[in-house]
């Protein structure tokens, strides 16, 4: 056994007494697009055009297009996203400390409550049973809610519209704030389209979650996927997004570091 961490690290990985579970959904047409009321822009979906695949356009190589909003699929979500977050400093995709994209994760799973109610908020009271049972929320840590959503894939029963709009589980309109004020934590993930609730637009203070993360400098993970591979705590996200200048997030391969 190396004494050099980095080595002992890469050891870990090839002997897989440390895993790498990818929380990343696939990112193709069929990714679904929150549709916001018509009367504000609107992101694109995802689009791939080939350019040659070792034919006339291009005989020794294959290669495409493709188009998207920044917010398409799994994604980051930057400060910079949200009003709030306008002028913190480095806020952006590409002025984020890079170091910020490796962190813990802390898994909260209300699988059950979210399959029984597709409007399910998660509480600071249900958060502070959680903590109970696994200990506090380490500072710096994300907080993942496992709702078992991403297994609707690219399903209607994903974005679940009504007449009412998108009814996807989510942070009570409570928590955002007193996660980023009293745990320090670094941001939020879920398995919906949005960091929010599919409600969250009518609530009093409306998208609470991107709200009240970006306007103290924490980001957002959505769309994310296999989070029943994760233990409670233990897991260490590698979250980069791509280096979109003054970007408010982009599309982002997910990963997870597990031991055992
Ligand atoms: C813009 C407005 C509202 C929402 C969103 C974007 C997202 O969900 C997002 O991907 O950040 S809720
Ligand atoms: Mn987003």
Request: proline residues 8%; hydrophobic residues 35%.
């Amino acid at each position: 056994m190396s004494t050099n961490l980095l080595m002992q690290f890469t050891q870990a990985l090839s002997q897989k007494t440390i895993r790498v579970i990818d929380l990343t959904q696939p990112l193709q047409a069929s990714t679904p697009i929150l549709p916001l009321p018509p009367d504000f822009g609107q992101s694109w979906p995802f689009r791939l055009e080939e350019i040659s695949r070792y034919d006339e356009r291009g005989p020794g190589w294959y290669w495409n297009n493709f188009s998207c909003g920044e917010h398409t699929g799994t994604h980051f979500d930057a400060p910079i996203h949200w009003v709030t977050g306008k002028d913190h400093a480095h806020n952006a995709t590409d002025s984020i400390p890079v170091d910020k994209f490796i962190a813990p994760a802390c898994v909260i799973d209300v699988t059950e409550e979210a399959g029984r109610d597709a409007d399910f908020l998660l509480t600071c009271e249900h958060v502070e049973r959680w903590e109970a049972q696994h200990g506090r929320i380490p500072e710096g840590s994300w907080v993942l809610m496992r709702t078992g959503w991403s297994r609707h894939g690219a399903s209607s029963a994903y974005l679940n519209l009504r007449e009412d709009g998108s009814h996807v589980p989510g942070p009570h309109p409570e928590l955002p704030e007193w996660l980023a004020r009293e745990r320090n934590v670094i941001g939020w993930g879920s398995e919906g389209v949005g960091t929010d609730a599919g409600q969250a637009f009518s609530f009093e203070t409306p998208f609470p979650c991107h709200c009240h993360m970006h306007g103290a400098n924490k980001f957002g993970l959505a769309s994310l996927a296999n989070l029943d591979q994760l233990p409670p705590t233990g897991a260490v996200l590698i979250t980069p997004p791509l280096k979109i200048v003054n970007g408010s997030g982009s599309p982002c391969r997910v990963l997870a570091l597990v031991e055992g």
